[in-house]
């Protein structure tokens, strides 16, 4: 049971009573009642992958492994649907859309690995995420066990449901607090047509800050925008794998279009027009092969960071598109000393301490609260797509409005009156 202690956090739990992996509802009844009479917790998990200690387990708890849970990706042309269980693959979820023509945008970081049900508890995000929103915005229905023991459907697979507040949306990203995800029913849009992939080099980095928010408000709205600050762009060259080592500028950010057209001269001729001088090194990507490489960089980021520094802090704050540079600034003056990269796109920033280690743990803690502040002052938040979990309560915590923590602990004991489903997280 060593594996299911820990997730991609830095966390560990304690080794749980048990390890479930339920096939059925007749299994879940049980498991439910057994948890309330013998007084252990329920803590779901999918394939680990997650950031912020969601499925970590804590004492007495039974875990329940749902990569096992039946069921199959079911489409509706129609209705532009997808049905599919917690226990497929993101991956195989977005597959089985563009087999038939369709899109499912969400695209969190570990797409290729994580499971589909802990994309819907974690509200994950992605580089899509600045066009497209998070998993939230495609979420039509769900399926989740409940305190009553029974599996039960929140919403209706079509777009119009105004009977009443919409439950579904209280589980998605709840992280299994009020009840265990086994499945939903997501909308589709069509695939779109076209791509256009561009490396942005730039001597100065702070050229970037203001970009997206140039783009947007000239009606460009681009897919991803992607950035690395001079520090992890360095580190990529000096330890990532041969294509990092030959990425260009100072600072560096990927820019992609899925707009129709966007393959014209004409299209990227009213790019460059905006970015301007900045714009004088603009690469793109030639083909399929080009841009693939450029996102595995993307990807491998944090793995390659994770390698040099593996006591390293990261954390995931957002900041509204029109504070990002207002964000630099602040991080300059209150002197923490951190790295960044990420969705530039959407205010999704992932700040590394890459020596964290170095500090006294007060003065960790100190930097950290000091960071979320600054994002909470710009009208930001202190995680964009991570989520709470167990690593960011006590912060979450003591920097939220009380009104709306109470009004999450009155929602949590109304639905899990004995506090059975992955108890000690978010609240």
């Known amino acids: ?36 009479t013998d007084g252990f917790a329920l803590v779901p998990r999918g394939a680990g992958t997650g950031k912020a200690g969601g499925c970590v387990p804590t004492e007495r708890s039974v875990v329940v492994d749902l990569n096992e849970w039946p069921g199959e990706i079911l489409i509706s042309r129609p209705d532009m649907t997808l049905k599919a269980p917690s226990s497929a693959l993101l991956k195989d979820v977005k597959a089985a859309a563009s087999a038939h023509g369709l899109f499912y945008p969400p695209d969190p970081n570990s797409w290729d690995q994580c499971a589909f049900g802990g994309s819907l508890a974690t509200n994950a995000g992605g580089p899509g995420a600045c066009k497209y929103g998070m998993t939230r915005h495609w979420v039509l229905a769900v399926e989740a066990l409940m305190a009553d023991g029974e599996i039960h459907t929140f919403g209706i697979p079509t777009v119009k449901n105004n009977a009443g507040p919409a439950l579904a949306q209280l589980l998605v990203g709840s992280e299994g607090i009020f009840g265990i995800i086994l499945g939903a029913t997501v909308r589709l849009i069509p695939a779109p047509a076209e791509c256009l992939t561009l490396l942005l080099p730039a001597r100065d980095w702070h050229a970037l800050l203001e ?91 944090s793995v390659i960071l994770k390698e040099r520094f ?68 710009l009208g930001g938040t ?29 929602l949590k004991r109304a639905l899990d009156p004995c506090a059975i489903f992955n108890p000690g997280k978010v609240i």
Not at 253 to 258: K, N
Not at 350 to 365: G, I, K, R, T
Not at 391 to 404: G, M, N, T, V
């Open 1 to 36: 049971m060593e594996a299911y202690r820990r997730d991609e956090s830095h966390l560990q739990g304690p080794l749980p009573l048990a390890i479930v992996k339920p096939r059925g509802p007749q299994a879940l009844r049980e498991l439910v009642r057994r948890a309330q």
């Open 211 to 301: 970009l997206p928010a140039l783009l947007v408000s000239a009606g460009l709205l681009a897919s991803a925008f992607e950035f690395w600050d001079p520090e992890v762009l360095e580190l990529l060259r000096r330890f990532g794998p041969e294509e990092a080592r030959r990425m260009p500028g100072q600072a560096l950010a990927l820019i992609e279009f899925d707009d129709p057209g966007c393959g014209s001269d004409a299209f990227l001729e009213r790019v460059l027009d905006l970015l301007g001088p900045v714009s004088e090194e603009l690469q793109s990507a030639t083909d399929a092969r080009q841009r693939e490489a450029l996102w595995a960089i993307r990807r491998q980021t």
């Open 310 to 377: 593996p006591h390293k802090v990261s954390e995931d704050i957002v900041v509204p598109r029109s504070q990002v540079r207002a964000f630099f600034e602040g991080v300059e003056t209150l002197g923490l000393p951190l790295v960044t990269y990420g969705h530039l796109g959407d205010g999704n920033l992932h700040v590394n301490f890459l020596h964290a280690d170095a500090y006294p743990p007060a003065d960790m803690e100190a930097h950290l609260l000091a960071l979320f502040r600054l994002c909470l002052r």
């Open 382 to 410: 202190l995680s964009g797509e991570h989520g709470i979990g167990l690593a960011k309560r006590e912060a979450f915590l003591a920097l939220s409005d009380p009104y709306q923590i109470e009004a999450l602990r009155a």
